[in-house]
């Protein structure tokens, strides 16, 4: 017996969104299936890999640990929202290209909105500080050394902004 | 002629695109009215199939189609073996779904469709099958002892294959040896875990008749025409495209995969489209892993530390099935001499089956086994005779003179082992100046008086890279100048999109930017085999230097008609083409482009100057015979044989004798690639082999209990290095182009996972060397250095 859908309301990347979703829903397959927004990926379902971040009311947060039901009045930002269609890359993005900070591609939102939260923190982030910040994000092709390398170069594009 | 596109470190094309999030991967490929799959596994690592009741699970709402073995019908054969060998006697390949027994936790036996996954999950829960447990066998010994049980019963004694090659007199060299010295050796099972799992998306058209799969792969040409023949279709109504794919790392060189026939079969069955997406436990149960071997080596030397002659035993695990042949322990055994002259060299080995998922390469491909074994042997050889182990590699190192060196083995593409360039002591002295040794031993003495245990260790390897058959490329330079690169193979990660790009620029004169690579997808190029065996840049790049150098000299052919001069006082460069020196004779490609097509009807000024030139009186039709048109040309390279990459790296590590956590302080990467496209790019691969390394040394490890229950079925278990453990990797490039091929390439996707595990073995035994540790081991975690601290005492 399927419960009968639950009506949130949601503000994703600054627009809002009245949806009916299963209470067993994953914030995770809401985003990406319910609402389209595929650049959130799925990486474990178990909490682990940290592909599925984004920021849930400013707080990086695993949704793939979360119901679409308990985001229900928050604002959510996903990778689409760092810079959306037509504007230029976000500095944390911009930093990612220039120093070569992802590979595949598929850890990266989940790396990218970590590392918006982390710079957000703490401006001025030495190595040991970044990697802590980002030790819940699995990357399997980089090795991290690029990653490092490009938060340390956002928060220097962040500075000049 | 500007600055080179190739060799230049700049910017990927592909970034944009994926930092915006807007990535295509396949569970981002949602055709209209998408229904999705599941699928029932063996929770048993061996029994028969008495039953299966599937009422309950179609009942449900929302379930489309429930697929056990006899409802595929014909399409339920076997997979195919990919690349057979005589010596592997006992073949045996999966069907999509288990018929009557069951051979591995994870196997498919049912496949499920239906409104969504949470229903399709639901319905796999209402499946009811009976089983009877048959007894497993879930590693190499208990496979191979006595009376086992059989994970075939037509396969005697577990044992698939078995292969022995020689090089030289091993038994003579042995008889007459100084010092014979003897080792055991094992390395975990591990498996490569990219971040995205599988996935497989397809869709039937049946007005058309056309099948259409996206498929997560390495691989899409071969899945394209293997789906063709199993389903009658013709090959050209079947396209089979790897979107992005987030990484692969040989796990999905793996072909078929059940689910690569279960999906598409149930999207023409249903005449609807049909995703699966695997989750983590899938993947880490029911894809392939790799690793897994016993070795016994022997090695004679003289007594300087030479070696005389090498004898390696060893048993390769096979899992379940045998789909991908027995390339890796074929690859373990000839790459095992690495950069050392063994010109006796005896190696044979058992591929035994045993009820775990299933074996095909994961990067490095049997190498990190090999190099873990050889250069085990030197350091056996330095402590024996006293010797620093980087001495023991100078005095046995192949000479930079002595090249080609012909191993003389058959390499894994029935090939040759000839190593066709290096400079092997120089990349070892490279790497030693930059941790400067001596210092290194005089810091070690005074650690070890406050307790604290420091280690140095190095790891050397060759790899043979860039293995054929071959691959193709189509270039072409459309009217607004851009230029488009297809080749059949894929990208899961190395930047294809932008080397490629630079390889067709640098002949054609053009901004890399300006290039638009399309990679894996058999509507735009339709021949080729895939991205393995570190062998993409190799085949395909050279594919796409060959055919953009055709279109280059179509490129000067016309404009020399056209600006009536001699192609010989053209300039092709920043994506113009003129008389050198006169800088108003400049055509742009894109113009030249719109001229070789001759036609009347095209937007834009350079189309409208070119239909003039149509009107004006000329000799004979507006393509001369044998004259095409367009700006374009195929091109295809084929390997002679491999191309042999090599590298050195060493690192400094700290072990914690209370904890048994072993510390990575320095890690340094000497490698040589031959020419090298875009050195950012070739870092990236390197950082991401060596952080792989370090999983497959100190944390990775999948876990069968003794019924073959896999134990490590999530990242909590499967413990992947964080930024937290891998440490800042410096490294050295050096470039021995290649003579095989025209752009003096060779492979390096794999190159940096290859000697790691060998060179933390290494550190750790001279860290612990007080307490006289030897590795025999990997991966080397916590409880196992306690473990060998514990031996070292006891026996000390």
């Known amino acids: ?161 | 002629m500007t600055t080179r596109a190739i060799g230049a470190r700049i910017p990927r094309n592909e970034d944009p695109r994926l930092l915006r999030g807007l990535g295509c991967f396949v569970d981002d490929v949602n055709p209209a009215g998408v229904l999705h799959g599941a699928v029932l596994r063996s929770p048993h690592a061996h029994a028969r199939i008495v039953s299966i009741d599937t009422a309950r699970a179609r009942a449900l709402s929302g379930v489309v189609l429930v697929l056990t073995a006899p409802d595929l019908g014909e399409q339920n054969q076997p997979t195919p073996l990919l690349i057979p060998n005589p010596n592997l006697t006992h073949p045996r390949t999966p069907r999509p779904l288990a018929r009557d027994e069951v051979r591995f936790v994870g196997e498919p036996v049912v496949f499920v469709v239906a409104r969504d996954r949470y229903v399709a999950e639901d319905a796999v829960a209402a499946i009811d099958v009976t089983w009877e447990p048959l007894p497993a066998v879930a590693s190499i010994e208990t496979a191979l002892a006595d009376g086992a049980p059989l994970v075939h019963a037509d396969v005697p004694g577990n044992r698939a294959a078995r292969m022995v090659q020689r090089v030289g007199d091993p038994d003579g060299a042995f008889a007459s040896a100084a010092r014979v010295l003897h080792e055991q050796l094992f390395i975990e099972r591990s498996c490569g875990s990219p971040i995205e799992g599988r996935g497989v998306v397809a869709e039937y058209d049946p007005r058309a008749g056309t099948l259409r799969v996206w498929s997560s792969t390495q691989a899409p040409l071969p899945i394209k025409n293997g789906l063709a023949r199993l389903f009658g279709l013709p090959e050209f109504r079947v396209d089979v495209i790897a979107p992005d794919v987030g990484g692969g790392f040989g796990t999905k060189i793996m072909l078929f995969y059940p689910e690569e026939i279960l999906v598409p079969f149930a999207a023409v069955r249903l005449g609807r489209p049909v995703k699966w997406t695997e989750d983590r436990r899938e993947h880490l149960i029911a894809a392939t892993q790799e690793r897994g071997q016993r070795h016994d080596v022997e090695v004679a030397v003289d007594a300087d530390g030479r070696i005389l002659a090498l004898r390696d035993r060893f048993l390769h695990d096979a899992g379940a099935y045998t789909p991908y042949g027995i390339v890796v322990p074929i690859i373990t055994s000839t790459q095992l001499p690495g950069p050392y002259k063994l010109r006796n060299y005896a190696v044979e080995f058992d591929v035994v089956y045993t009820n775990t998922a299933m074996v095909t390469p994961y990067r490095g491909a049997g190498r990190p086994h090999g190099a873990f074994v050889m250069e085990r042997v030197i350091g056996l050889i330095a402590r024996e005779l006293s010797l620093e182990p980087a001495e023991v590699r100078r005095r046995n190192f192949i000479q930079p003179h002595e090249f080609p060196w012909d191993v003389g083995l058959t390499f894994q593409d029935g090939g040759p082992t000839r190593y066709d360039s290096g400079n092997y002591p120089l990349g070892l002295e490279l790497v030693l100046a930059r941790l400067g040794p001596g210092d290194f031993r005089r810091r070690q003495a005074e650690a070890r008086r406050e307790e604290r245990y420091l280690g140095l260790g190095i790891g050397c390897y060759v790899e043979g890279t860039g293995i054929g058959p071959y691959e193709g490329a189509h270039v072409r330079i459309e009217p607004s100048g851009r230029v488009f690169v297809a080749t059949g193979l894929t990208t899961q990660g190395q930047g294809h999109q932008t080397t490629f790009a630079q390889i067709a620029a640098d002949a054609l004169g053009c901004d890399p930017a300006d290039v638009t690579v399309v990679t894996g997808d058999t509507r735009k190029f339709n021949w080729g085999a895939g991205t393995f065996a570190s062998r993409a840049l190799v085949t395909s790049g050279n594919a796409i230097g060959i055919a953009a150098l055709k279109v280059r000299d179509k490129v000067l052919r016309i404009a020399a008609e056209l600006l009536e001069v001699s192609s010989d006082d053209l300039e092709l460069a920043g994506g113009v083409v003129g008389v050198r020196g006169m800088p108003d004779t400049a055509l742009t490609l894109g113009a030249l482009a719109t001229v070789a097509n001759p036609i009347r009807y095209a937007f834009g000024k350079e189309a409208a100057e070119a239909a003039l030139r149509l009107v004006k009186p000329r000799k004979g039709a507006v393509l001369a015979p044998g004259e095409e048109p367009g700006l374009e040309a195929y091109g295809y390279y084929a390997p002679p044989h491999a191309t042999f990459a090599s590298g050195c790296h060493a690192a400094i590590v700290e072990v914690d004798i209370a904890t048994g956590d072993v510390k990575i302080l320095r890690y340094v990467v000497q490698h040589d690639c031959g020419t090298v496209v875009n050195p950012t790019v070739v870092e990236g691969q390197i950082h991401g082999g060596v952080a792989q390394g370090i999983g497959g040394a100190l944390y990775e490890r999948i876990v069968y209990d003794e019924q073959g229950q896999p134990l490590t079925t999530t990242f909590m278990d499967f413990l992947m290095p964080t930024t937290m453990e891998v440490p800042e990797i410096e490294i050295i490039h050096t470039e021995t182009p290649s003579p095989l091929n025209p752009l003096g390439i060779k492979g390096v996707g794999e190159a940096g996972a290859i000697p790691v595990p060998a060179l933390i073995a290494e550190a750790v035994d001279d860290a612990l060397a007080p307490f006289g540790v030897r590795v025999r081991e990997m991966p080397l975690n916590p409880g196992r250095v306690l473990a060998l601290l514990a031996e070292g005492r006891a026996t000390a």
């Open chain 1, 1 to 161: 017996m399927i419960p009968p859908e639950i009506a949130i309301t949601v503000r994703v990347n600054e627009r809002d969104y009245v949806e009916r979703v299963a209470p067993r829903l994953l914030l995770s397959d809401f985003l990406r299936h319910q609402l389209g927004l595929t650049g959130t990926h799925v990486g474990c379902e178990h909490g682990v890999c940290g592909a599925c971040t984004v920021l849930l009311d400013g707080a990086a947060v695993r949704s793939c640990l979360l119901l679409a039901v308990q985001a229900d009045g928050a604002r959510i930002t996903t990778v689409e929202g760092l810079a959306r269609d037509g504007e230029p890359l976000h500095p944390v993005q911009e930093a990612f290209r220039e120093m070569h900070g992802l590979q595949c591609g598929f850890c990266t939102p989940g790396v990218l909105l970590s590392a918006v939260e982390l710079l957000r923190d703490t401006p001025h982030p030495d190595d040991a500080t970044i990697r802590r910040g980002l030790a819940g994000n699995l990357c399997r092709c980089t090795g991290y050394q690029n990653i490092v390398r490009a938060v340390r170069r956002a928060a220097e594009l962040l500075d000049r902004r």
